[in-house]
C-alpha cells in the first residue's frame, strides 16, 4: 500500500520521579539525603530515510510513543533515560500541526483526513538522514538530595518527573524530483519515463495505470543527473476530486519545471489544444504558484495518423512555448527530451520551496 498523507499522535515520555532516600551505613549515623533524580523521558523524533518510500508504516501505527525516564534511586542514583522512539519516514515528508481528536485516529478517519490546522509547517524533512525532534521527553524530578538545607537537614520532599510533549500531527510526503510530468491518463507518461530512466512504472492501454508517484532517476553526461517524477493521469474536473483527483499534484510541488505530456493525435478522441488548456487550469486550481512554475510541452504519439495537423494547430496556438514532438512508443524525440531536461537544469536554480 502506498500511504502519502497519514494524521498521527505522538507523546514523548514522562520525566521519571525524583527519589526520597537516605544514607545508612555501618559508622555514618543520621547520614542525610541521598535519593537521586529521575531520568528524562525519551524524544519522538522524525528520521528522513531514502529506503523509506512511503508513510504506509504510520498508517497502519498513529501512534507513536517514547518511553518513560525511570525513577531515581536511593545512593544518590538517577534513574535510566527513557529511549527516543525513532521513526523512519520518506526523505520529502512535511508535517504540520494537525486538529485535536480523539485518539488514536481510526483508519477511516485516515482516509477522510480533513485540513491541517495551520499554514505553518512544524517541519520538512527535505534531506536525507534529517532529524526534527516531534516531542520533547519530559525532565526527571529532583531526589530529596537537592532539599538539603541547615534547617532541614532530613528532608523529605522530591519533585514529580515533567510531561513528556505531545499532540496531533499530519504528516504529508512531497516528492523531491527536479521535473514532474503532468498529463491526462494514457498521455504516455509513464512510457515516457521508462524511455529517460532506469525507473519501470507500469504502462497500459486504459486510464490511472500508474496509482501512485514513482520517480526516475536520469543520467546526463559529466555525472549530473535529474529526479522526474511520474504522477497519476489528470482529467479535467480533477479539482472537484474527478478521477484521482488533485491530491497527486502535492508531489510536483517541489519540482523546479514541470512536463506537460499531451497526445498530440488525440487518439482517444479529444483534442490536444483543449487538454493542454484544461491541465494547466487544473494546476492553477490547485496551487496558483504551481501554474507560474517553469514549464514545457511534450506532444507525444507523433507515430499516430492526426498527430502532424495537430503539432501545428498547438505551435499556433502557444507560439511562444517550447513544444517538444516525440513517440514514447518508437523511442523518437527521446534524445531531444533529455537535452532539453539537461539545459533546463543547468540553468540558474530557481528556489522552489515545499509550495507551502
Ligand atoms: N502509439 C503510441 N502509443 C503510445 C505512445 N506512448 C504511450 N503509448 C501507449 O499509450 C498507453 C498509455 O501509456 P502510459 O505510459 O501507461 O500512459 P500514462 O500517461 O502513464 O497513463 P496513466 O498512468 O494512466 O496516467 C499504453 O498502451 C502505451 O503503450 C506513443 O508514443 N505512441
Ligand atoms: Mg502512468
Known amino acids: 500500500m502506498f500511504v502519502d498523507r497519514v494524521k498521527v499522535f505522538a507523546q514523548a515520555g514522562k520525566g521519571g520521579r525524583g527519589c ?129 538545607s541547615s534547617r532541614n537537614r532530613a528532608p523529605r520532599q522530591y519533585t514529580e518527573g515533567e510531561e513528556g510533549e505531545q499532540g496531533h500531527f499530519l504528516l504529508e510526503l512531497r516528492t523531491i524530483a527536479d521535473a514532474g510530468l503532468v498529463g491526462y491518463p494514457n498521455a504516455g507518461k509513464s512510457t515516457l519515463l521508462r524511455k529517460i530512466s532506469a525507473a519501470r512504472p507500469k504502462v497500459a492501454a486504459y486510464p490511472f495505470t500508474t496509482l501512485h508517484p514513482i520517480v526516475g532517476v536520469i543520467e546526463f553526461p559529466g555525472y549530473r543527473r535529474a529526479r522526474v517524477a ?80 495537430n503539432l501545428k494547430a498547438l505551435q499556433e496556438r502557444f507560439p511562444k512555448l517550447q513544444i517538444l514532438p516525440t513517440s514514447a512508443a518508437k523511442g523518437e524525440g527521446i534524445d531531444d527530451l533529455k537535452q532539453v531536461l539537461a539545459t533546463r537544469m543547468a540553468g540558474p536554480e530557481e528556489s522552489v520551496s515545499a509550495a507551502i
Open 230 to 309: 511520474d504522477i497519476p493521469g489528470l482529467i479535467e474536473g480533477a479539482h472537484r476530486g474527478v478521477g484521482l483527483g488533485h491530491e497527486f499534484l502535492r508531489h510536483i510541488t517541489r519540482c523546479r519545471v514541470l512536463i506537460f505530456v499531451v497526445d498530440v493525435a488525440g487518439s482517444e478522441g479529444r483534442n490536444p489544444v483543449e487538454d493542454l488548456q484544461n491541465l494547466r487550469r487544473e494546476i492553477d486550481l490547485y496551487d496558483p504558484t504551481l501554474s507560474s512554475r517553469a514549464w514545457f510541452v511534450v506532444a507525444n504519439k507523433m507515430d499516430l495518423p492526426g498527430a502532424k495537423e
Open 20 to 148: 526520597v532516600s537516605f544514607r545508612r551505613e555501618k559508622f555514618v549515623p543520621k547520614g542525610g539525603p541521598d535519593g537521586g533524580d529521575g531520568g528524562r523521558g525519551g524524544n519522538v523524533i522524525l528520521k528522513a530515510d531514502r529506503h523509506v518510500d512511503n508513510l504506509a508504516n504510520l498508517f497502519y501505527e498513529p501512534l507513536i510513543k517514547a518511553k518513560n525516564g525511570g525513577h531515581g534511586m536511593g545512593k544518590k542514583m538517577s534513574g535510566r533515560a527513557g529511549a527516543d522512539k525513532i521513526v523512519k519516514v520518506p526523505v520529502g515528508t512535511v508535517v504540520w500541526p494537525a486538529k485535536e481528536e480523539k485518539h488514536p485516529p481510526s483508519t477511516s478517519e485516515q482516509s477522510a483526513i480533513g485540513n491541517r490546522q495551520s499554514a505553518i509547517p512544524v517541519t520538512d524533512l527535505a534531506r536525507d538522514e534529517q532529524e526534527f525532534v516531534l516531542c520533547c521527553g519530559g525532565a526527571g524530578g529532583k531526589g530529596n538530595v537537592h532539599f538539603k
